[in-house]
């Protein structure tokens, strides 16, 4: 099956810092998504992307879908507690197709 | 709006039971689907239906079987539980192809 390669798997950074993740496919990908899972909870959706180039932000969230189309990065800015989680990419390539999800990233906050 | 619903929560079986896992959701979306996840593995799809009456396997189906009898209900059903299956099963649904997925809480099954 198509794979998304996410990076980085695990990161632990001080409260205040910004935060860069991405996400990477062999294959191009017409839809991009970011989503957060707290403990125990499932995925909730955070931003989605649908044009190469598109840069579209959530409150201190901010993702790029990239303009090879194989590619999207999600940036956090200024991070605090509840930030703390797993963030899974998601990409489809054509409308009929279901997401295919990366391996995850999970991000640690210190205060 | 409840969303989408997930039950039961927790459970453990014995090699060689079978059990289903229900999924409803109230947002008349036609689209649900399965996943599963494992520790550092992502999320991986069983099954997933476009509308009532019609289902589709997806990466990992084996083990496992669906219906779509009604727009609301999706049922995970395993036939006959093994170790390997083992992980956090979460149904979704979707309004359309393109549109981000709800995601219920997750059932957390372990087979012993």
């Known amino acids: 099956g198509q794979q998304l390669n996410q990076s980085p798997q695990s990161m632990f950074i001080q409260e205040g810092e910004d935060v860069s993740m991405n996400c990477t496919s062999s294959?191009?990908?017409?839809?991009w998504l970011w989503y957060k899972q707290d403990p125990g909870e499932g995925p909730v959706l955070l931003i989605a992307?649908?044009?190469?180039?598109e840069l579209t932000s959530n409150g201190r969230l901010t993702a790029q879908f990239g303009i090879t189309r194989k590619d999207s990065f999600l940036n956090i800015s200024a991070s605090i507690p509840s930030d703390v989680g797993i963030y899974f990419c998601?990409?489809?390539?054509?409308?009929?197709?279901?997401?295919?999800f990366g391996k995850g990233t999970r991000l640690s906050v210190i205060a | 709006n409840a969303g989408v619903t997930q039950t039961p929560k927790f459970r453990i079986l014995k090699i060689g039971q079978s059990m289903t896992l229900q999924c409803t959701q109230d947002?008349?979306?036609?689209?649900m689907y399965w996943y599963r996840q494992d520790p550092g593995m992502g999320l991986k799809l069983i099954y997933y239906?476009?509308?009532?009456?019609?289902?589709d396997k997806g990466e990992v189906p084996n083990g496992y079987n669906v219906s779509r009898s009604t727009t609301e209900d999706f049922p995970l059903r395993l036939l006959s539980a093994a170790p390997s299956q083992t992980s956090v099963y979460f149904c979704?649904?979707?309004?359309?192809?393109?549109?981000?997925?709800?995601f219920g809480s997750g059932t957390r099954l372990t087979v012993v």
């Open positions: 979704a649904s979707s309004f359309s192809r393109v549109n981000g997925y709800t």
């Open positions: 294959s191009i990908f017409n839809t």
């Open positions: 992307l649908y044009k190469a180039g």
């Open positions: 998601a990409g489809q390539n054509s409308g009929n197709t279901p997401l295919v």
């Open positions: 947002m008349n979306h036609n689209y």
């Open positions: 239906s476009v509308g009532a009456g019609i289902t």
